[in-house]
């Protein structure tokens, strides 16, 4: 399913997609009066409801609206006034939580029927609020290796979000449902602020002042931690939160301060891989920007960039929509502006030294960022796997040389490449996103566990999906 906001069309294509999705049935949600003619309307929510057999539609006018899959019909279950800023349906869709225009969050039955509403801007901290003891004042209490300074301290300055940030507010629903999370911006400091609420929206608990906290936020499935992102002076980072606010741990991107804005971070559905969508940052008005998505994994308490996707910057390529599939735990769904829909396959490849005799050690090769490889054994990288976006061949070999102190090893790595169309495969040129299934293999597969994050990709471009070529 996907919203076109400029021409106020909602289509319904069933997953997995079958044909071209201008043959399947759209929804005019202007003929119907729901969005304005002029293309000012603006849909902020949208949702598949597989039991009730439709799709739940949100727009910023403050219409809830239900879509019927099989009549495709249109009803209207309700109104708010004031406006929508956002919807988000909890993993198990018992719940609904509406954003409305006025900063307030009202939580709703799968029926629409109200629950509660509540005030999002609140002075109080939340139920997880650590009580003070009264051992004595701050002045006199123990602080650790930092000395009796920090009691005299003064609290970290929060500077507003920055003038990029579309101060919308952000849902993240925990995996298990329980707890719901939302950023949005203090009208008194400017600064983002993330709280979080439990489903009969009492609230638990603020984060503490994080200067430079941006817009995005994601809940790890898993339940531990909550993701964001902080523009600290010299650098772009990652953070993670706790529920109780606290910060608990971050990593940095490969960046400058002041090159890109993160639009979204996305965990899939085994809080293995987490997905940051970025774009640079508008030096011309009449350049548009480059589209990024990254794909980052953990271990040992470390963070590795396994893969680096570029959309360029043309604006059919521009990505408007990034999402992981709920059940596929490895499968990446993008839709881009110019109805451009692709989906990546993922899996886990080891590539390795046989290690057979003294002669030829068992090394590792670590892929990690796009400057270097790391291998175990002290080795030190002399190259990398850069694919031209522009091969012109179906199967291309190269070669990472690793150097050691008294050896040479050599790992070869093979990019094929192929087409899917009804005829044979013809010797087309491999553009960036083009509609080709790619496949990133290693000899000494073991099939095992691997640091190694290889992809298979599908893609639909205008005329036809995989399916039908």
């Known amino acids: 399913m996907c919203s076109h906001v400029p021409c106020g069309f909602v ?33 902020v929510g949208l949702e598949e409801l597989p039991e009730q057999e439709c799709v739940c539609v949100a727009t910023a006018a403050g219409d809830i ?9 249109v009803e209207c279950v309700g109104t708010v006034d004031s406006g929508l800023s956002t919807m988000s349906w ?21 029926d629409f029927e109200p629950i509660t509403e509540k005030q999002f801007h609140q002075n ?44 919308r507010p952000r849902v993240a629903w925990r995996g298990d449902g329980q707890f719901v999370a939302v950023s949005a911006v203090c009208p008194e400091t400017g600064a983002r602020k993330i709280r979080v609420w439990n489903r009969e929206l009492v609230l638990q ?39 109780n606010g606290l910060l608990h741990g971050e990593f940095t991107l490969p960046f400058q301060k002041g090159q890109v804005k993160i639009n979204e971070l996305l965990w899939n559905a085994d809080s293995t891989i987490l997905a940051i969508w970025l774009e640079d940052l508008k030096k011309d008005e009449n350049c548009n920007p480059n589209c990024y998505v990254q794909l980052w994994t953990t271990g040992n308490y470390h963070w590795y960039l396994k893969q680096s996707l570029h959309f360029g910057n043309l604006e059919k390529n521009r990505l408007v929509s990034l999402l992981w599939d709920p059940i596929i735990p490895y499968r990446l769904h993008i839709l881009c502006q110019g109805w451009h829909y692709l989906f990546y396959d993922w899996h886990w490849t080891t590539n390795h030294g046989m290690g057979e005799s003294s002669q030829h050690v068992a090394n590792v090769a670590v892929i990690d960022g796009g400057k270097h490889w790391e291998c175990s054994g002290a080795l030190e990288s002399e ?29 070869a790595w093979f990019l094929s490449l192929f087409f899917h169309r009804q005829s044979t495969c013809h010797s087309i040129p491999a553009r960036c996103g083009a509609p080709t299934d790619v496949y990133l293999s290693a000899p000494g597969h073991t099939g095992s566990e691997s640091d190694c994050l290889s992809h298979r990709s599908q893609a639909q471009w205008g005329p036809g999906c995989p399916r039908c070529w």
Not at 132 to 161: C, D, I, N, Y
Request: with cysteine.
């Open 205 to 243: 608990s603020t984060s503490e002042p994080v200067p430079g906290l941006e817009q995005a936020l994601a809940w790890k499935p898993s339940g531990s931690l909550m993701a964001s992102t902080q523009e600290k002076p010299n650098r772009h980072d990652v953070v993670f939160l706790e529920k």
């Open 383 to 411: 190259g990398m796997l850069q694919p031209s976006q522009d091969c012109c061949a179906a199967s291309v070999s190269t070669k990472l040389s690793v150097r050691r102190t008294m050896e040479l090893v050599e790992t």
């Open 124 to 167: 109080d901290f939340g139920e997880e609020k650590l009580v003070a003891l009264g051992w004595g004042k701050k002045e006199t209490q123990f602080h650790g290796s930092e000395g009796k300074q920090a009691a005299h301290r003064k609290q970290t300055e929060v500077l507003p979000a920055s003038a990029w940030d579309d101060r």
């Open 90 to 110: 909890s993993p198990d869709q018992e719940l609904v939580l509406l954003v409305t225009g006025q900063q307030t969050l009202i939580m709703m039955t799968r």
């Open 11 to 43: 289509w319904i294509c069933p997953y997995p997609l079958s044909c071209h999705p201008y043959r399947k049935p759209k929804i005019s949600l202007i003929a119907e009066g729901f969005l304005p003619e002029d293309g000012s309307g603006c849909v």
């Open 65 to 73: 609206l239900l879509c019927n899959l099989s009549t495709k019909e």
